[in-house]
Antibody, heavy 129, light 107 residues
């Protein structure tokens, strides 16, 4: 069974740091592209960023509000995804989900279609003094 | 960044109704548009990709259409388990922006 489980959430003061982890199982993690999505209380989904597989370059992309503060990394030997969050702000309070990124079998005019396929249950981060 | 606007923000419907949700993007994204369903307290579920292609095991009462800047999600014959919040997302470029969501409630 494909499974993702996030951990590491908690209460942190503004300006503080936190590292979230996502344990993956049931699939070839080293070949997977992965992402983080967050959801503030009572709000919609907010894309945080993604990391490609090492065979596809291992590159990362981030949403503007977290760029230079958050770092996504992976340890393929442990089937783990990480989100290092620094200089945390009140606005970062949210449930954080890790997801796999699935690519379609067919190509569109600009390449393959991608979507967030498997999601973890999420871990809650609260930034408050 | 590409802005995503869903309408309506919420709607009330009855079991058996046909429901349509609209997603409009601030620039053309071809058909690089996904739909997700989220129930309270749960992680989202990936329903549709490429604007109109259903993921495996998604019931055929769900359908998607559109291209360019205007897209729709239609649920025909609404079932009790379909009451949820629905989000569109563009995968034309990064950041992969989401719409603000449409909550489908029981009338």
């Amino acid at each position: 069974e494909v499974q993702l489980v996030e951990s590491g959430g908690g209460l942190v003061k503004p300006g503080g740091s936190l590292r979230l982890s996502c344990a993956a199982s049931g699939f070839a993690f080293n070949h997977a592209w992965m992402s983080w999505v967050r959801q503030a209380p009572g709000k919609g989904l907010d894309w945080v960023g993604r990391i490609k597989s090492k065979t596809d370059g291992g590159t990362t992309d981030y949403a503007e509000p977290v760029k230079a503060r958050f770092i996504i990394s992976r340890d393929d030997s442990k089937n783990m995804l990480y989100l290092q969050m620094n200089s945390l702000k009140d606005d970062d309070t949210a449930v954080y989900f890790c997801t796999t990124i699935a690519g379609s079998a067919r190509r569109g005019p600009l390449g393959y279609y991608y979507g967030m396929d498997v999601w973890g249950p999420g871990t809650t981060v609260t930034v408050s003094s | 960044d590409i802005q995503m606007t869903q309408s309506p923000s919420s709607l009330s419907a009855s079991v058996g109704d046909r429901v349509t949700i609209t997603c409009r993007t601030s620039q053309s994204i071809s058909n690089y548009l996904n739909w997700y369903q989220q129930k309270p307290g749960k992680a989202p579920k990936f329903l549709i990709y490429a604007a109109s292609s259903l993921r495996d095991r998604v019931p055929s009462r769900f359908s998607g259409s559109g291209s360019g800047t205007d897209f729709t999600l239609t649920i025909s014959d609404l079932q009790p388990e379909d009451f949820a919040t629905y989000y569109c997302q563009q995968t034309y470029n990064t950041p992969r922006t989401f719409g603000q969501g449409t909550k489908v409630e029981i009338k």
